[in-house]
Nanobody
């Protein structure tokens, strides 16, 4: 399983970006997928997750991004998206996607629950 995250960039506060996580080497719809972000010197932080298609595609979010971010998946394209709206400077980070199988509900926010990771894509929110 290989994951490639892209779509980051520089955006002004209040702006939007859509991140993509493209998978190869697997049937991505069978995997639970999460987005995490990391700022230098800080621990990796859970942002959002989506369950596999077979498990209903339920979504989970960090409280501070609820109502602003939306995670979704296009199973035909083997891709998971993170739509980020109303971006704030505090959202600035390196964003990573990760995949695993059969995660229990309480583990979606834990980086160690995921088996596969993509490289980061940098999101900078600044005027």
């Amino acid at each position: 399983v290989q994951l490639q995250a892209y779509g980051g960039g520089l955006v002004q506060p209040g702006g939007s970006l859509r991140l993509s996580c493209a998978a190869s080497g697997c049937t991505f719809s069978a995997y639970d997928v999460g987005w995490f972000r990391q700022v230098a010197g800080k621990e990796r932080e859970f942002v959002a997750a989506i369950r596999s298609r077979g498990r209903g595609g339920t979504t989970y979010y960090l409280d501070s991004v609820k109502g602003r971010f939306a995670i979704s998946r296009d199973n035909a394209k083997n891709t998971v998206y993170l739509q980020m709206n109303s971006l704030k400077p505090d959202d600035t980070a390196d964003y990573h996607c990760a995949a695993g199988q059969n995660l229990i509900t309480s583990s979606y926010g834990q980086a160690r629950s995921y088996d596969y990771w993509g490289q980061g894509t940098l999101v900078t929110v600044s005027s």
